[in-house]
């Protein structure tokens, strides 16, 4: 088990919250990873980082897999224009590589926003430390264990 996911598993037990972890395979999409895990789409919940432009921190957007991240609204939430964020800032803020970006077991405190359309949904699957790697958990837990505010910031 690599170094992320038994954080993310750390992160899930500590909260108690059942670190039932899954290997999905190969997805590279949304789609290919609500087929893979036998949910809806906007089951699954992304992991979005920007960077502030003025910050220089990295920014989570946690949204629904059908539900893409509005430039605009994100950066009125944020509060300062956002940039893309590179590989490096991604790992040094939270420890893991694009694509396996876990909503929990962050390196470092992040500043989190989530999609209000994934609170439609009990049961939600996020990422788990890796591409490869998802967890199902009651997505009305998520705010409180991400600390993330709710907001609309999808188009």
């Given at each position: 088990?690599?170094?992320?996911?038994?954080?993310?598993?750390?992160?899930?037990?500590?909260?108690?919250?059942?670190?039932?972890?899954?290997?999905?395979?190969?997805?590279?999409?949304?789609?290919?990873?609500?087929?893979?895990?036998?949910?809806?789409l906007?089951?699954?919940?992304?992991?979005?980082?920007?960077?502030?432009e003025?910050?220089?921190?990295?920014?989570?957007?946690?949204?629904?897999?059908?539900?893409?991240?509005?430039?605009?609204?994100?950066?009125?939430?944020?509060?300062e224009?956002?940039?893309?964020?590179?590989?490096?800032?991604?790992?040094?803020?939270?420890?893991?590589?694009?694509?396996?970006?876990?909503?929990?077991?962050?390196?470092?405190?992040?500043?989190?926003?989530?999609?209000?359309?994934?609170?439609e949904?009990?049961?939600?699957?996020?990422?788990?430390?890796?591409?490869?790697?998802?967890?199902?958990?009651?997505?009305?837990?998520?705010?409180?264990?991400?600390?993330?505010?709710?907001?609309?910031?999808?188009?």
């Amino acid at each position: 088990m690599s170094k992320s996911m038994k954080r993310v598993r750390r992160a899930l037990e500590e909260a108690g919250i059942p670190a039932e972890i899954h290997e999905l395979g190969e997805t590279r999409t949304a789609e290919q990873a609500a087929e893979a895990a036998g949910c809806a789409l906007d089951q699954i919940t992304k992991s979005i980082i920007f960077r502030g432009e003025e910050s220089g921190e990295a920014i989570l957007f946690l949204t629904a897999g059908g539900n893409r991240v509005d430039a605009a609204k994100a950066s009125a939430l944020a509060g300062e224009p956002l940039g893309k964020a590179d590989a490096a800032l991604i790992r040094a803020q939270t420890g893991f590589a694009i694509g396996g970006v876990s909503p929990v077991g962050h390196l470092n405190p992040i500043r989190a926003f989530l999609d209000p359309r994934l609170l439609e949904f009990d049961r939600i699957w996020a990422a788990a430390g890796t591409p490869r790697h998802v967890f199902p958990m009651d997505a009305h837990i998520l705010p409180e264990l991400t600390g993330a505010q709710v907001a609309d910031f999808t188009s």
